[in-house]
Every structure is written in structure tokens, then in C-alpha cells.
């Protein structure tokens, strides 16, 4: 507005003034962005309201002093190239004599490569008792397929192990690799591969229920356009992936397919409250970060004397993987007992502060659940463990925009559970992928999952 414009309402009096002020602020009003709540997932925060990530001060690199690395020399030597001496210094164009030295300089270096074809000859015996031609196995390739083991392996586990998008991966194929292959028939030849490792994916499953701590998260995940979740279910040697249109207790209730003895590390999720398992530790991790959001919010003395009594005691409790794991038994009881006092007593806190009733709410409703680390040595206070294996799905994710099919959704959580458990178990994906689907085409069954765990008890 100009101050013509302005002089001009004034002339028409009092009424006009005040309609006019009353407009702006209106307008004013309807520009502003609503600050989101504490709760907000992260995910459904716009992100020009996220604030900005704090930058590293820290130097990268390893610290002064630190051992040197560099590569390792190859154990063996494919090529060997003679150079032939200079006749004058490439410097000063002095003429050289004959050379006095030698140096060995190695180079490692990927080549272009070209496909492979194979045709095998294949002799076909008549069987009288069967009443049909009978022939040895091709174990190179499924039955039917023109496509061998090894790239379907690979590409299988750029996609699902690493993330990469069918058109990333065609790209290499096509162009690098000189190997003709379309979307359609990658897509097949993954969703044929999952069915075979189908019993693996079962197993992964049952190995999961039988460990003594089992970390979970979910995420969400589309599914032709539509919101489903993606569940991780995971341990020190195996991860677990399933999809499903449920966010709740249904889509639990497909993987607890019976009783977990084990301690179930979580977040708030209210879904895993009514878990029937045989402990539960809840993410010390996203209570403190909750504290800190709210603290953005909320400057009232009332709630900034409640979140320094919270802090200071999740505090005492983290620091319990410290000194007082070496007192006696009967100090360490004594510890314990004093920190589910102070949780006790911050639950029963009374306060006209929402923020306050809100907490002392939650603190009541997880008190068994939030302290089970102290009388576990192998339980961790936080679900770092599942938000980790979580990542790589939420990467794949942003590059792949999920999944198309139910199939497709399918054949997603099979192949990400096998490849990322045998990389946690520290398996040859490609190796471990290709041995198996020869064995399979000889004999019709999947052999052992590679390092099969023991119960962790």
C-alpha cells in the first residue's frame, strides 16, 4: 500500500480504517505456516519448515598420527607390458644413454567386457517306464531361461542390495556390458528368482523369532499409488523385510506367527503395546529428541524445570553401560531401584502444562519398558539397530518409487531380506546367489541358509 492509497482510506473515516486493518490482518493470517506439532513425523513436515542441518566443524579424515592405508597388492597378475626406454629427456630433449633401472609400477583396471553365449549340447535319453525323453540339467540357468545365474544375480542385488533403478541398471547392461536386456524381462526373471528363495525368506523369518533381542521399525511404502508400510524386523545377523497395507496389530500378527520369548526393542508406536513377548525395551533416543523439539515450542519455566528432571534421568540411566556395570550386585539393585523411583515419581507429576501431562503421561504408560536395558547387558537403550537396516529401503525408496504390484511388493521384501542378510553375515552375494540356484537346478531344493544362527540365549 502507498501512502496515497493510505491518505485516501483515511478521508473516508473511522469505519474504513478499521475494515482496512482488519483485511490486512486477516491476509496476514492466512499467510502464515502453522509451526507442526512435536509428534509430527519427519516425514510429513513440509521441508522449508525443517530446520537446517547443523554443519560439521570437524575436520574429515583420519586424525594426525593415525596409521597410513592404501591398497592392498593384487595376489595375482593377468597382464604383463614391456616399455620401451626413451632416446631423449622429454625435459630438456638431452640424448639418454642406455637405461640403469628398473621400476614396476601395477595398475588395476576393469576392461569392457562382452556377454558370454554358451550352447550346450545336451544329449535327450528315451525313458520306457516314463514314457518320455529324459535329459542331464543345464545348472547355469533356470529351465527355460536364456539368461544365466550370474546376471540375474547381479542385477538383483544392484537393485535390491543396493539400490539402484531398473533404467540405472539397464544402463550397464546395455551400454557397459554389451548385454541386450529389457525392464520386462529383468522384472521376470527377479520375481522367478524370489519364488525360488521363497524358503529361505521363511527361514530368515523363523530365525528371527528365535533371537534374544529383535530391534523393529516401519516406514511407509507405495503400492500402485497407494500408502502401505514396509516392516524391518532385525538382529546382529539377519534383517527381516515385509510389506503390508496395515500399520497396526494385523500386520504383526503376520509375523509373530507365535510366541517371541525375546525382548522386542521399539519405538512409541502403539501398535506394538499389545505384543505378547517376553520383554520390551522402548527408544530412550526418540524421548530425548522429543524433549528437544518441544523445548522450540514451549518456554514456560514450568516445563523447562519438568524436561531438566526427564533429561538428567535418562541421563543417569544411559550411563549405566559405564562404571556401574563393575559395582557389586547388591549396589547395582540399589541403582536400579532408585532410577524406576524417579520414573515413577515424574510420571505421577500434576501440571496444567499439556507438554508436561503429555510426558508424565507417556513415562506411565512405557514405565516397564523404558529401563529394560539395565537388567540386560545385551539389550541397547535405543532402536538404532532397525532404523539403520530401515535406511537402505528408505533410499530405495526415493529412487525406485516402490512398487507397481502385489507381486512386485513381494518379490521386493524377499530379495532385500536375503541380500541384506547375507551381507550382515558376511556372504558373497553373487557367489552365495549363483551356488544356490545351480544346486536348486539339480536337485529341486534350496540348500542350507548360509551360517545358520543359534539362538543368541
Given at each position: 500500500m502507498t501512502q496515497e492509497e493510505a491518505e485516501r482510506i483515511y478521508a473516508l473515516g473511522r469505519e474504513a480504517v478499521i475494515f482496512t486493518l482488519l483485511r490486512l490482518a486477516a491476509m496476514a493470517g492466512a499467510g502464515a505456516v502453522k509451526a507442526p506439532a512435536p509428534l509430527t513425523p519427519s516425514g510429513m513436515v513440509p521441508p522449508q519448515q525443517k530446520p537446517k542441518a547443523k554443519s560439521k566443524p570437524k575436520k574429515p579424515g583420519a586424525k594426525k598420527g593415525h596409521p597410513g592405508s592404501s591398497r592392498p597388492v593384487p595376489e595375482q597378475i593377468t597382464h604383463e607390458q614391456e616399455h620401451p626406454a626413451l632416446d631423449r629427456c622429454p625435459d630438456c630433449g638431452a640424448k639418454l644413454g642406455r637405461p640403469r633401472t628398473r621400476r614396476f609400477r601395477l595398475i588395476e583396471d576393469i576392461v569392457e567386457h562382452s556377454p558370454e553365449v554358451t550352447r550346450h549340447c545336451i544329449p535327450r535319453s528315451w525313458c520306457s517306464r516314463c514314457k518320455k525323453y529324459v535329459e542331464p540339467p543345464v545348472v547355469d540357468a533356470m529351465a527355460g531361461a536364456r539368461i544365466g545365474h550370474r546376471t540375474v544375480a547381479l542385477s538383483s542385488w544392484l537393485h535390491y542390495g543396493l539400490g539402484n533403478t531398473t533404467s540405472q541398471i539397464l544402463s550397464v547392461l546395455n551400454h557397459h556390458l554389451h548385454f541386450q536386456?529389457?525392464?520386462?524381462?529383468?522384472?521376470?526373471?527377479?520375481?522367478?528368482?524370489?519364488?525360488?528363495?521363497?524358503?529361505?525368506?521363511?527361514?530368515?523369518?523363523?530365525?528371527?523369532?528365535?533371537?534374544?533381542?529383535?530391534?523393529?521399525?516401519?516406514?511407509?511404502?507405495?503400492?500402485?499409488?497407494?500408502?502401505?508400510?514396509?516392516?524391518?524386523?532385525?538382529?546382529?545377523?539377519?534383517?527381516?523385510?515385509?510389506?503390508?497395507?496395515?500399520?497396526?496389530?494385523?500386520?504383526?500378527?503376520?509375523?509373530?506367527?507365535?510366541?517371541?520369548?525375546?525382548?522386542?526393542?521399539?519405538?512409541?508406536?502403539?501398535?506394538?503395546?499389545?505384543?505378547?513377548?517376553?520383554?520390551?525395551?522402548?527408544?530412550?533416543?526418540?524421548?530425548?529428541?522429543?524433549?528437544?523439539?518441544?523445548?522450540?515450542?514451549?518456554?514456560?519455566?514450568?516445563?523447562?524445570?519438568?524436561?531438566?528432571?526427564?533429561?538428567?534421568?535418562?541421563?543417569?540411566?544411559?550411563?549405566?553401560?559405564?562404571?556401574?556395570?563393575?559395582?557389586?550386585?547388591?549396589?547395582?539393585?540399589?541403582?536400579?531401584?532408585?532410577?524406576?523411583?524417579?520414573?515413577?515419581?515424574?510420571?505421577?507429576?500434576?501440571?496444567?502444562?499439556?507438554?508436561?501431562?503429555?510426558?508424565?503421561?507417556?513415562?506411565?504408560?512405557?514405565?516397564?519398558?523404558?529401563?529394560?536395558?539395565?537388567?540386560?547387558?545385551?539389550?541397547?537403550?535405543?532402536?538404532?539397530?532397525?532404523?539403520?537396516?530401515?535406511?537402505?529401503?528408505?533410499?530405495?525408496?526415493?529412487?525406485?518409487?516402490?512398487?507397481?504390484?502385489?507381486?512386485?511388493?513381494?518379490?521386493?521384501?524377499?530379495?532385500?531380506?536375503?541380500?541384506?542378510?547375507?551381507?550382515?553375515?558376511?556372504?558373497?552375494?553373487?557367489?552365495?546367489?549363483?551356488?544356490?540356484l545351480q544346486h536348486y537346478v539339480r536337485t529341486k531344493h534350496l540348500p542350507q541358509l548360509p551360517n545358520p544362527m543359534p539362538a543368541l540365549r
Open positions: 536386456m529389457t525392464a520386462g524381462g529383468l522384472v521376470a526373471a527377479w520375481q522367478r528368482m524370489a519364488e525360488v528363495f521363497q524358503p529361505w525368506y521363511e527361514q530368515i523369518a523363523e530365525q528371527a523369532l528365535e533371537q534374544a533381542v529383535l530391534s523393529a521399525d516401519e516406514t511407509g511404502w507405495r503400492l500402485s499409488g497407494e500408502t502401505v508400510w514396509l516392516w524391518c524386523f532385525t538382529a546382529p545377523r539377519l534383517s527381516y523385510y515385509m510389506i503390508d497395507r496395515s500399520r497396526g496389530r494385523a500386520a504383526l500378527d503376520k509375523f509373530f506367527t507365535r510366541a517371541f520369548d525375546g525382548i522386542l526393542v521399539t519405538d512409541f508406536w502403539a501398535a506394538y503395546d499389545r505384543l505378547q513377548t517376553g520383554g520390551r525395551q522402548t527408544c530412550l533416543a526418540h524421548l530425548l529428541r522429543e524433549l528437544k523439539r518441544v523445548d522450540k515450542l514451549d518456554s514456560s519455566e514450568e516445563w523447562a524445570s519438568y524436561r531438566r528432571k526427564v533429561r538428567r534421568l535418562l541421563r543417569d540411566a544411559l550411563r549405566w553401560t559405564g562404571q556401574s556395570r563393575r559395582l557389586p550386585q547388591s549396589l547395582q539393585k540399589v541403582k536400579r531401584t532408585r532410577l524406576h523411583r524417579r520414573l515413577k515419581r515424574l510420571g505421577q507429576v500434576q501440571s496444567d502444562n499439556k507438554n508436561v501431562r503429555r510426558i508424565a503421561k507417556r513415562l506411565v504408560r512405557h514405565q516397564q519398558t523404558l529401563l529394560t536395558f539395565l537388567d540386560h547387558d545385551q539389550v541397547p537403550s535405543d532402536n538404532n539397530r532397525a532404523e539403520r537396516e530401515i535406511r537402505p529401503a528408505v533410499i530405495m525408496r526415493k529412487n525406485s518409487l516402490c512398487n507397481r504390484s502385489e507381486n512386485g511388493a513381494q518379490t521386493q521384501a524377499i530379495l532385500m531380506s536375503i541380500h541384506r542378510t547375507l551381507k550382515l553375515r558376511g556372504c558373497d552375494p553373487m557367489e552365495t546367489i549363483v551356488s544356490a
